[in-house]
């Protein structure tokens, strides 16, 4: 009798370690959407409203941010950075570091990965298809003329 008791009481906890384990799995690999409230211009800089495909044609929304000059107020190539938010935030999360790495003379990409932010997508994958998000944030950034590879 002990050991039915036992059993069922084993069986009922594990259940609710699979219940709850799922339901904590649907909940972060969806989060929440929230409002883009801060950008670089509210730090002074401009930038370039951008959109690229993941390398599974997921549309990604982003800014690029554009480095210093060079000699004689020309433009040359520089080094880009790839700034990548984390799970439930957005590219908005980072305009601060972004102007102040573009102050610096660094060209800045910050972008949206699928399901958060402006871009498409409604759920997330814990970094197994937010690779390919990043894969497609470099192949946009080999297009830019400006951008030392």
């Known amino acids: 009798m002990v050991w039915m008791t036992l059993v069922k009481l084993i069986l009922a906890l594990a259940f609710l370690s699979v219940v709850f384990t799922g339901l904590l799995l649907i909940l972060n690999s969806h989060p929440p959407r929230y409002t883009v409230e801060d950008s670089p211009s509210s730090y002074g800089f401009g930038f370039e409203d951008i959109s ?66 402006d871009s498409e997508g409604f759920r997330t994958s814990f970094g197994h298809l937010e690779q390919r998000d990043l894969q497609g944030a470099l192949r946009f950034l080999k297009t830019k003329a400006e951008g030392d590879p």
């Open 52 to 117: 690229f495909l993941s390398l599974d044609g997921v549309r990604l929304a982003g800014w690029f941010l554009h480095g210093g000059t060079g000699g004689q107020g020309e433009e040359r190539r520089r080094p880009a950075i790839v700034i990548c938010h984390g799970l439930g935030a957005s590219k908005a999360d980072f305009a601060g570091l972004a102007s102040h790495l573009t102050e610096a003379g660094f060209h800045v990409l910050l972008f949206d990965f699928r399901a958060h932010g």
